[in-house]
C-alpha cells in the first residue's frame, strides 16, 4: 500500500527532475510515487551518492590544477576537502545498501539507524579534515608564499563554489523529501566545501592586493568551519541515536489522525521509536465503556489503519473505556482538575477510570508533567486528598506519565 502521508510529504517539498527520477526509478526498481518512507530514503541516498562521488572527483580534479598553477596552499587543501566529500559520499552510500537489508533475527527493526553512524562518520572525516588544514595554513601564516593567480583563475574558482552548492541543494532537496539524515549530513559537507572555496578566493584577491599572508588565514577560516559543520551533524546524529524526542507537530498528528476516528474521546501516551526512515508508534486511545470488547478492537484497528496510512509508521494502539457515566465521575474530574491546575500549566491528567460502585470505587489517574517539575510526589498525595475529601473510602491509584510518553 503506498504511504499517503509520505506521498504527500513530497508533493509539496521541492520536486526532483526527470534525470532524478530515472535515477531512482533505476536504482528503486519502481517510480519514486510507488516508494513508501524507507525505500524513498535508500533510493534517494544511492543517486546522491552516486552523483555526488562523480561531481566531487571532477571538481577535485579542476581545483587541485589550479592550487598548483596558483601556489595557493588553501586552495590545495580546498581541493583535498572536495576528494573527502567523494568519501563522505562512499560512506552514504554503503550506509543505504545496509539499510536497504529486511529486519533479522538480530535486527528486528531494520537496518535504518546506520544512517545516524554514516553521519557520524562523515563528521569524523570533516574533524580531520578541519585538523589538517588548520595546520598546514598555520604555517602559511607563519612563512607566506606570494601568489599570483590571474582573474580568469580566480573566476574559475568561484565556478567550483557555484558548482559545490548546487550539490548542496540538491542533497538537501533529496534530503527533505526522504528524512534521512545521512543525506542531511552530506548536503552540509558539500555546502562548507562551497564556502570553504569562497574564503579561498578570498585569500587569493587578497594576494593580489599584496597581502599574501591572507591565503592562511582564508585556510585557517576553512578549518574552523569544518569544525563547526563536524560539530553540528555529530551532534544530530548522536541525539538520534539516544533517541531523540519526536517534533511537536509530529506528536499532534498523529494524535489527530487517531481522534478522527469515530468513538475516540481522547489520545495519549503516544510514543515514537525512529530507526531511521521507519517510526513505530504506540499510543492510548480512551473510549466509551459501552461498546462490546469486540467493537473496542475494531476501534483500535481503526485508529492503527489510519495513523499507519497517514504516513507515520508501524502503529499498535492501547485502549482504554472510560465510564463517564459513573456516578461520581463529574464529581471526581472536578476535584483532580482543581489540583492539576494548581501546577500553573506544568501538569495535566487524562484517563480518569472509576472501577466500583457510587460510593466504594477506585479511582485511576494518569498525570503528565512537564521535565523539571519536581513537585510530583505532593502532586499524588493532593489529588489523592482532593478525592477524599468527597469520596473516603474511595481507594486513589495516581500514575505518572514517563518523559518519553506525550
Not at 520536486?15 to 519502481?30: D, E, N, P, S, Y
Not at 592550487?67 to 566529500?85: F, K, N, Q
Not at 500553573?344 to 508533567?369: I, N, P, W
Not at 505532593?378 to 500514575?399: C, D, F, M, S, T
Amino acid at each position: 500500500m503506498v504511504n499517503k502521508r509520505t506521498t504527500d510529504d513530497s508533493r509539496r517539498a521541492a520536486r526532483i527532475g526527470g534525470f532524478t527520477r530515472k535515477l531512482v526509478q533505476r536504482v528503486a526498481g519502481k517510480e519514486d510515487e510507488h516508494l513508501d518512507r524507507a525505500e524513498r530514503s535508500v533510493a534517494y541516498a544511492l543517486v546522491e551518492g552516486y552523483v555526488s562521488v562523480v561531481a566531487n572527483l571532477a571538481l577535485f580534479g579542476v581545483k587541485l590544477a589550479l592550487g598548483l598553477v596558483t601556489g595557493s596552499i588553501a586552495l590545495i587543501a580546498d581541493a583535498i576537502h572536495t576528494a573527502s566529500d567523494s568519501l563522505t559520499s562512499v560512506v552514504v552510500i554503503v550506509s543505504a545498501y545496509i539499510a536497504r537489508k529486511p529486519p533479522d533475527a538480530e535486527h528486528p527493526y531494520g537496518h535504518g539507524r546506520i544512517e545516524y553512524v554514516a553521519a557520524v562518520v562523515i563528521a569524523l572525516l570533516l574533524g580531520i579534515a578541519g585538523f589538517e588544514f588548520g595546520k598546514e595554513s598555520f604555517a602559511r601564516i607563519l612563512a607566506p608564499k606570494p601568489l599570483s593567480a590571474p582573474w580568469a583563475i580566480i573566476g574559475a574558482v568561484m565556478v567550483t563554489a557555484a558548482a559545490k552548492e548546487w550539490m548542496a541543494r540538491y542533497a538537501a532537496r533529496l534530503a527533505k523529501r526522504s528524512g534521512n539524515s545521512a543525506l542531511a549530513a552530506d548536503a552540509w559537507h558539500h555546502r562548507s566545501d562551497a564556502l570553504s572555496t569562497l574564503l579561498v578566493a578570498g585569500g587569493i584577491i587578497g594576494a593580489r592586493f599584496g597581502l599574501p599572508w591572507l591565503d592562511g588565514v582564508a585556510g585557517i577560516g576553512v578549518s574552523l568551519l569544518l569544525f563547526k559543520v563536524a560539530y553540528d551533524i555529530a551532534r544530530e546524529a548522536v541525539d538520534s541515536l539516544l533517541g531523540r524526542a519526536p517534533a511537536a507537530e509530529e506528536i499532534a498528528e498523529v494524535k489527530r489522525q487517531a481522534r478522527l476516528v469515530e468513538g475516540v474521546r481522547g489520545v495519549h501516551d503516544v510514543v515514537i521509536h525512529q530507526y531511521g526512515a521507519r517510526r513505530f508508534i504506540s499510543l492510548h486511545v480512551e473510549t466509551s465503556a459501552a461498546p462490546s470488547a469486540v467493537d473496542l478492537h475494531q476501534l483500535a484497528e481503526e485508529v492503527e489503519d489510519r495513523v499507519a496510512e497517514s504516513g507515520h509508521g508501524s502503529v499498535c494502539v492501547h485502549v482504554d473505556p472510560v465510564d463517564r457515566d459513573h456516578p461520581a465521575y463529574a464529581t471526581v474530574h472536578s476535584a483532580v482538575s482543581e489540583v492539576v491546575a494548581a501546577a500553573q500549566g506544568l501538569c495535566s491528567f487524562h484517563d480518569l477510570r472509576l472501577v466500583g460502585g457510587a460510593e466504594q470505587f477506585t479511582a485511576v489517574l494518569d498525570v503528565k508533567c512537564e521535565p523539571g517539575y519536581t513537585h510530583t510526589a505532593q502532586l499524588q498525595r493532593n489529588i489523592a486528598k482532593a478525592i477524599g475529601a468527597h469520596y473516603p473510602q474511595a481507594r486513589v491509584v495516581v500514575e505518572l506519565d514517563p518523559l518519553y510518553s506525550y
